[in-house]
């Protein structure tokens, strides 16, 4: 998405390796991201920040069905684009 020129909204990732949360730390910063990254370690500690004032806090796993199809969208236009496949 970034390469298409769409712009983040703020991003949450659950990522366990410090490693990896580094390297996308990094690539936020360089990407000239405006909104926020929210990183954070384990599943368990997303649902622990849910208070009862933060109930919308809960993970949805339906929306990630969404990202699913999001993500064969951009492959698909990416493939278009490209007179291939991505």
Not at 42 to 71: H, K, P
Request: aromatic content about 10%; hydrophobic content about 45%.
């Amino acid at each position: 998405m970034n390469r298409l020129g769409i712009r983040l909204k703020d991003v949450v990732s659950i990522e366990p390796s410090e490693a990896k949360r580094k390297i996308l730390r990094q690539w936020w910063e360089n990407s000239d991201q405006t909104r926020e990254l929210v990183q954070i370690a384990t599943i368990q500690n997303y649902q622990a920040a849910a208070t009862d004032t933060e109930s919308y806090a809960v993970l949805d796993f339906s929306m990630f069905v969404e990202f699913v199809r999001v993500l064969q969208c951009v492959r698909s236009a990416l493939a278009c684009f490209r007179g291939g496949t991505v």
